[in-house]
């Protein structure tokens, strides 16, 4: 893999039909602005770091919102696929180590995580209550949107650290 390619990200409606659909577009929004600072990007360039002794990376990022998924993937009573630890499995290191051989691989794991995010709670109802758990998917959303908010500035400052680019 040469460079990860930047995805089209089209805006939010000003008026959503409804909450869901508020949501739901939101968080594609995040999502979408995190692949975008990694746009163009390659595999050496995603896994620089940002100031020492910080270990934090745009690579680590996208590993580390692979797992933060998996609040979603609790809907599906399906086995915990981790895709934010190592690269073996049963491995419990931590999203923050990262190798650029594998920059593909953490791409697809993120985009495979995403993908059952969306399959794991279409149709349910907000006020679903996750498994195991107290709480609603509706919180689940707002804590999905306020991490990837986080983090999306994170990856503004590495991006910028990295080749100047600076934007949403």
């Not at 008026?15 to 990007?41: H, I, M, W, Y």
């Not at 707002?142 to 986080?150: D, F, K």
Request: aromatic share 8%; hydrophobic share 35%.
């Amino acid at each position: 893999m040469s460079t990860w390619t930047t995805p089209e990200r089209p805006e939010p409606p000003i008026n959503p039909v409804d909450e869901r659909s508020a949501l739901d577009d939101r968080l594609d929004f995040q999502r979408t602005t995190l692949l975008q600072k990694c746009g163009g990007l390659t595999p050496e360039q995603l896994a620089t770091r940002s100031v020492p002794p910080s270990t934090l990376s745009l690579l680590g990022l996208v590993r580390h919102l692979s797992g933060v998924e998996a609040w979603f993937h609790e809907y599906d009573d399906q086995p915990d696929h981790l895709y934010f630890w190592d690269y073996q499995p049963g491995s419990t290191n931590r999203s923050d180590v990262v190798d650029i051989t594998r920059a593909a691989d953490d791409l697809a794991s993120y985009q495979a995580s995403v993908a059952r995010s969306r399959t794991a709670v279409a149709g349910l109802s907000l006020d679903a209550v996750s498994p195991g758990e107290d709480y609603t998917l509706r919180w689940i959303y707002l804590h999905m949107i306020e991490e990837y908010a986080r983090h999306n500035g994170h990856a503004d400052f590495l991006r910028e650290r990295i080749d100047g680019a600076t934007g949403e």
